[in-house]
Nanobody, 124 residues
Framework: QVQLVESGGGLVQAGGSLRLSCAAS????????AGWFRQAPGKERQFVAT????????GYADSVKGRFTISRDNARNTVFLQMNSLKPDDTAVYYC?????????????????WGQGTQVTVSS
């Protein structure tokens, strides 16, 4: 059984930065793709970023491209999301997810394991 725990969320002013972490336990995820999604109140869960098992390939939603960076440290079984130039529209609960496969896409059904989420609030 895999557990994912997100951390690093909080309240930040527009233009600021946050770094989210997702620590996995239960087994190594070094051969699994991982991703970040977010969900704002009253909205569907939205893809943010994905990374393949090695970290060599990444993908981003257009809304965050150039501002967010996904990365991973397989030795620490941890995935990160560096968020810069934050906007009020980035306010949401951010979820970490891991796939059963080495590469995953931008839809939630491609991911098997999910964290509980961490709140990110960006004030204007």
């Amino acid at each position: 059984q895999v557990q994912l725990v997100e951390s690093g969320g909080g309240l930040v002013q527009a233009g600021g930065s946050l770094r989210l972490s997702c620590a996995a336990s239960g087994r190594s995820l070094s051969t699994n793709a991982a991703g970040w999604f977010r969900q704002a109140p009253g909205k569907e869960r939205q893809f943010v970023a994905t990374i393949d098992w090695s970290g060599a390939s990444t993908g981003y939603a257009d809304s965050v491209k150039g501002r967010f960076t996904i990365s991973r440290d397989n030795a620490r079984n941890t995935v990160f999301l560096q968020m810069n130039s934050l906007k009020p529209d980035d306010t949401a609960v951010y979820y970490c997810a891991a796939s059963r496969y080495s590469i995953a896409g931008n839809t939630p059904d491609g991911y098997t394991y999910w964290g509980q989420g961490t709140q990110v609030t960006v004030s204007s």
